[in-house]
């Protein structure tokens, strides 16, 4: 599967984004999907997750309710609403997807076998 994220872009402090993630070669409901973010000089980092299913979301801390992500089998993409933003949530964000399923290491980016190539989302003050 390919993914090809996108959406990124800059807004002001409070304002909203909303990325997408689009496969293709393959179904993406066969696959479970995460996002991450990095900013300059550090690590990769959890936002979200959602299963093959779609039935079940998982999101980092400090999402606080302000992100929702979402499966549209149908457009073969993963969203990520994003609200409420923050100078702080400013980075590349990247999206994986996993042909596994393995709850316990979905904040890893280790268990995503395919990555988009990141949309840069700049959040100013």
């Known amino acids: 599967v390919q993914l090809q994220a996108f959406g990124g872009g800059l807004v002001q402090a409070g304002g909203s984004l909303r990325l997408s993630c689009e496969a293709s070669?393959?179904?993406?409901?066969?696959?479970?999907v995460g996002w991450f973010r990095q900013a300059p000089g550090k690590e990769r980092e959890f936002v979200a997750h959602?299963?093959?299913?779609?039935?079940?979301?998982y999101y980092g801390d400090f999402v606080e309710g302000r992100f929702t992500i979402a499966k549209d089998n149908a457009k073969n993409t993963v969203t990520l609403q994003m609200s409420s933003l923050k100078p702080e949530d400013t980075a590349v964000y990247y999206c994986?997807?996993?042909?596994?399923?393995?709850?316990?290491?979905?904040?890893?980016?280790?268990?995503?076998?395919?990555w988009g190539q990141g949309t840069l989302v700049t959040v100013s003050s």
């Open positions: 994986g997807a996993s042909s596994y399923q393995i709850l316990s290491v979905i904040r890893n980016p280790q268990h995503y076998n395919y």
């Open positions: 070669g393959a179904t993406i409901s066969s696959y479970a």
């Open positions: 959602i299963r093959r299913s779609g039935g079940h979301t």
